[in-house]
């Protein structure tokens, strides 16, 4: 059976800039590399709840989740990789403290976004242009049944 994966990544635009943050780990060679809040979904956590608590660990920001942008399915050599991506804003503009993996959190335009060194260059590019264009789904597209 193949391992399956799910992310959560979260786009933010702030006063018409997108919130990314630099990798400082070299995990799959992304060190350095400009990306959203994004990462793994834990055991036991929904979704929505995941996009929040990674783009506070990444960022430092709290975030509120507004839509869904797009749901991504990749196949990879280890499994497949299951991504959703949120359309979310800051809801406090005091940060707190980011996780030692990030290197740097910024707020770029989308022309300054297409010239930095993507995580996932055509995977990032499409959803903050879906951001931009304002195609967002209602979260209420997620039925996110928890076991009692």
Known sequence: MPKV????????????????????????????????????????????????????????????????????FKNT??????????????INNSPTNYESGIKKVDFVSFESLKKLDLRFHDDILIQANRALLNKIYPLDIIMDYQES
């Open 77 to 90: 050599k280890d499994g497949m990789d299951l991504i959703v991506f949120f359309n979310g804003h800051i």
């Open 5 to 72: 994966t799910i992310f959560v990544s979260t786009i933010v635009l702030h006063n018409d800039k997108f919130l990314v943050v630099k990798e400082g780990k070299n995990n799959h060679n992304q060190l350095d590399t400009w990306n959203f809040p994004a990462g793994h979904v834990e055991a036991g956590e929904g979704l929505i709840e995941a996009a929040i608590r990674e783009a506070k660990e990444e960022s430092g920001y709290d975030i509120n989740i507004d839509g869904v942008l797009s749901v991504l």
